[in-house]
């Protein structure tokens, strides 16, 4: 049985997210805590103006720039357009897209709170579903069932991972997308404007909305104020009661600890090894990503052809977990290894699709070509984990150096491994322009003092250090570099 796991923490300026199934990390999202508002946010704002000419009202949400609502975004119901508001009207907002540039945010009165397989729409009897879903016989028994299950005054569009699940999971995700919203009414109530009601852009709420199923045995989170937030998510979330919330109290890094640090290096390396003596390459371009499937050392028991087709197949379910953890999107082709047997060729196929079927996002297979390459799809969504962990080489330009964040992980990790060792001074050796952009960093040196107060830390700037290399020196209280030092 899969055991999987999820790790919540914040990590200097940002939170950090880790799955791991039976110890083997399969997603990993670092998002900025910067405060910025986000896609699906909901404000208890005040109308500013109404200019009846433009059709349109502007919403104090407290943000930097005052929000647009379109007469197209009004409440259901709503007579008269933009002439039913009023300067001083309190409503409530969605925000539907971010504020760029001179303009602010755009917000719309229709709420909608996104769930895995729903979309919950309060105050409306609109049933709708993806049109990505094409069985017409599907389509009618999905949208008949969701009839069948939601309250009056509310709305449902069914989403496309529908077909996938269960219907008690679509309907103990209604119960929870349907809490949510009433958890949400009652901030707005006691709320003054113009304030934020409900945030999306939680880390634990969108990944917990992602991963509501049945199979999480435990969450681990390393935040004290991130627990209180889960557990009550966990109250109201469908098998929530089943799943073991724990709050890391190590004194170590909770993901050095769990050995996901040394798992998000390893996705930097186009090499991934299988555990057998074969491995893969992966490569990306501007047009595609292609993937080399090698036996390397392995060589097998069994005839050539069993051990050549153990060896896709061991691919296969590699392929799909790499992509997922990388983020990586857009048409790949795969070069396996040659098979004699249609048999095998049609099954790796099916153990291809199959893996990736345990991803959220679409995909689409074709079948092996005569040249044994397999050719499939999937659909661009999130940032790559790459653009968190890599920037260009300052050095060459052609290379990829660890990026000023990952390297703010990094030395969190080691300074924090070096304190719960015994040392009592940690001198961090890496290069000069990285160390320079970490001693910018403030919350860094916070973070590893929040576990050890009394830490002296402090980076060494070495140009003896390779791109994405660091050194750590363990010393005793009062150690004096001899190298110009920075201390955080």
Not at 421 to 445: F, H, M, Q, S
Not at 473 to 481: A, L, V
Request: hydrophobic share 40%.
């Amino acid at each position: 049985m899969t055991k999987k796991v999820i790790y919540f923490d914040k990590l200097c300026d940002f939170s950090v997210t880790a799955v791991t199934e039976n110890g083997k990390l399969t997603d990993c999202r670092f998002n900025a805590e910067d405060g910025s508002p986000a896609v699906g946010d909901i404000y208890r704002g005040r109308v500013v103006n109404v200019l009846e000419g433009m059709q349109a009202a502007f919403v104090d949400c407290g943000l930097e720039r005052n929000c647009y609502l379109s007469e197209d975004d009004l409440a259901y119901g709503t007579e008269g357009g933009v002439s039913a508001l009023k300067a001083g009207d309190e409503i409530m907002v969605q925000i539907t897209k971010i504020p760029s540039g001179k303009k602010g945010a755009k917000v719309t009165q229709r709420i909608s709170i996104v769930g895995k397989t729903l979309i919950y729409l309060p105050d409306t009897d609109f049933v709708g579903i993806s049109h990505r879903i094409e069985d017409d016989e599907l389509r009618e028994s999905l949208i008949f069932a969701a009839k069948n299950t939601k309250k009056k005054n509310e709305g449902l569009v069914i989403r496309n991972s529908a077909p996938f699940c269960k219907y008690d999971q679509i309907s103990d995700e209604l119960k929870f997308l349907r809490k949510i919203y009433e958890r949400t009414a009652e901030a707005y109530k006691s709320a003054k404007a113009p304030s934020l009601v409900f945030s999306d852009f939680s880390m634990p709420v969108r990944v917990m909305r992602d991963f509501t199923e049945h199979d999480v045995s435990k969450i681990v989170t390393g935040s004290a104020e991130q627990y209180d937030e889960i557990a009550d998510l966990l109250k109201i979330m469908p098998g929530g009661k089943k799943i073991k919330l724990e709050l890391y109290s190590g004194m170590r890094g909770m993901l050095d600890e769990a050995g996901i640090i040394d798992q998000i290096i390893e996705t930097c390396s186009p090499r991934v090894e299988l555990g057998n003596g074969a491995y893969l390459v992966i490569e990306r371009t501007e047009a595609l990503t292609s993937i080399d499937v090698n036996t390397g050392g392995f060589i097998g028991d069994d005839s050539l052809e069993y051990t050549v087709y153990q060896t896709n197949l061991a691919a296969a379910r590699e392929i799909a977990r790499q992509i997922k953890l990388r983020g990586i999107g857009g048409l790949f082709v795969v070069d396996f290894i040659d098979m004699a047997e249609p048999a095998h060729r049609k099954a790796l196929c099916d153990e291809l699709e199959k893996a990736l079927k345990t991803d959220r996002v679409p995909y689409k297979v074709l079948a092996m070509s005569d040249f044994g390459l397999v050719e499939f799809t999937r659909k661009r969504s999130g940032a790559e984990l790459s653009l968190f962990v890599l920037k260009p080489c300052p050095v060459c330009g052609r290379g990829e150096d660890f990026s000023d964040d990952f390297y703010a992980v990094l030395v969190q990790s080691e300074a924090l491994k070096a304190l719960s060792d015994g040392a009592e001074t940690v001198c961090i050796e890496l290069r000069p322009e990285a160390a320079a952009a970490l001693a910018k960093k403030v919350g860094l040196g916070d973070s590893i003092r929040a576990k050890f107060p009394s830490a002296e830390v402090c980076l060494i700037p070495d140009d003896s250090k390779k791109s994405r290399e660091i050194g750590c020196r363990r010393e005793k209280r009062g150690y004096i570099p001899k190298e110009k030092a920075i201390k955080i």
